[in-house]
């Protein structure tokens, strides 16, 4: 099956802070989602993104699928940012099987 | 409306209860999907309904049981549970299974096997 790398595992800010989380993947895929799990274990619906780059507020997200990865950035973090961002692909003429990553594990302090 | 809700939001049970985790959403969405997801881990997919039927069952043992009611309604049976079996259960729905598939979460039930 396709095999789905974030980087890095953990990353610990400042408020304030900016950061780039990575996600690579070693096949070409049909759809790539990113989410965020909040502490209370809700995974929220940041970028729905196979290809291109989005906007939203303070996060963007660039993906470039002929390179098989795919990037989240974060300006200005906030405490409420905290959680696990998790990016989930489905291979292109697979089973629709999405596939998730280990995910980026995200502190920010005050 | 993007919400997927999931009713109990926590759950005990002993090893030889019977109970139903439910979800449902509104969306008109024609794929709906269980995962099970363990502490610190991303979440694992178990089954996939596609027009209320199912279409991926990936290996999950016979204790766990769904159903999917109608095209709004997806239950999931829970019997003879094992300690771990413990996790948090999510629900996600999606347009479909064909192109333009992204899911939405419910914000899962978490269960407890005693």
């Known amino acids: 099956g396709i095999q789905v790398e974030q980087s890095p595992p953990d990353l610990i800010l400042q408020e304030g802070a900016n950061s780039t989380l990575r996600c690579n993947f070693s096949?070409?895929?049909?759809?790539l989602q990113w989410f965020h799990q909040n502490p209370w274990g809700q995974l929220i619906n940041l970028f729905y993104?196979?290809?291109g780059t989005k906007q939203n507020g303070r996060l963007s997200a660039t993906t470039v699928a002929t390179e098989r990865y795919s990037l989240l950035y974060i300006s200005s973090s906030q405490t409420t940012d905290s959680g696990v961002y998790f990016c989930?692909?489905?291979?292109?003429?697979?089973?629709?099987?999405?596939?998730f990553g280990r995910g980026t594990s995200l502190i920010v302090h005050p | 409306d993007t919400e997927v809700t999931q009713t109990p939001k926590h759950l005990v049970m002993g090893m030889t209860n019977k109970k139903s985790l439910k979800c449902e959403q509104h969306?008109?969405?024609?794929?709906m999907y269980w995962y099970k997801q363990k502490a610190k881990k991303p979440p694992e997919l178990m089954f996939v309904?596609?027009?209320?039927?199912?279409?991926i069952n990936e290996s999950v043992p016979s204790r766990f049981s769904p159903e999917c009611p109608n095209s709004s309604l997806l239950n999931l049976h829970l019997h003879a549970l094992q300690p771990e079996d413990s996790a948090l259960y999510l629900c996600?729905?999606?347009?479909?299974?064909?192109?333009?598939?992204?899911?939405?979460f419910g914000p899962g039930t978490r269960l407890t096997v005693l």
């Open positions: 996600a729905s999606s347009e479909g299974l064909a192109g333009y598939n992204e899911q939405f």
């Open positions: 096949d070409s895929v049909n759809n």
């Open positions: 993104i196979p290809s």
């Open positions: 989930a692909v489905e291979r292109s003429g697979g089973s629709y099987i999405p596939t």
């Open positions: 969306m008109g969405h024609r794929a």
């Open positions: 309904y596609s027009y209320e039927k199912l279409s």
